[in-house]
């Protein structure tokens, strides 16, 4: 019996940064975002939030990205890991 292939894209993230996230304490990495938004370019946070959903305008990129319903592994998946986004 063939064990099952199941083919997903992983963001990967080092602690303590993935439990921060997981866990629903943190909603993005570096507080430099923060500041460029808020105070650079004179967004809210109310507006940045709302922005976030807006697909067309901001979330394309590669560090400003919604994490839509992200959940802990059981267990580790074995094989190579990459850096930053991998299958």
């Known amino acids: 019996m063939r064990p099952w292939k199941v083919k997903f894209s992983c963001l990967s993230f080092r602690q ?4 921060l996230i997981l866990n629903g304490h ?11 938004l808020e105070q ?17 305008k901001f979330n394309h990129g590669k560090y400003l990205t919604v994490l839509a319903n992200p959940w ?3 267990q580790p ?11």
């Open 16 to 19: 303590p940064y993935a439990g």
């Open 26 to 36: 943190q909603d993005w990495e570096d507080p430099a975002w923060q500041e460029l």
């Open 40 to 56: 650079r370019l004179g967004m809210s946070p109310a507006y940045i939030q709302a922005s976030m959903w807006v697909r067309d």
């Open 72 to 74: 802990w592994l059981l």
């Open 77 to 87: 998946i074995p094989g190579k890991a990459g850096k930053d986004i991998f299958q």
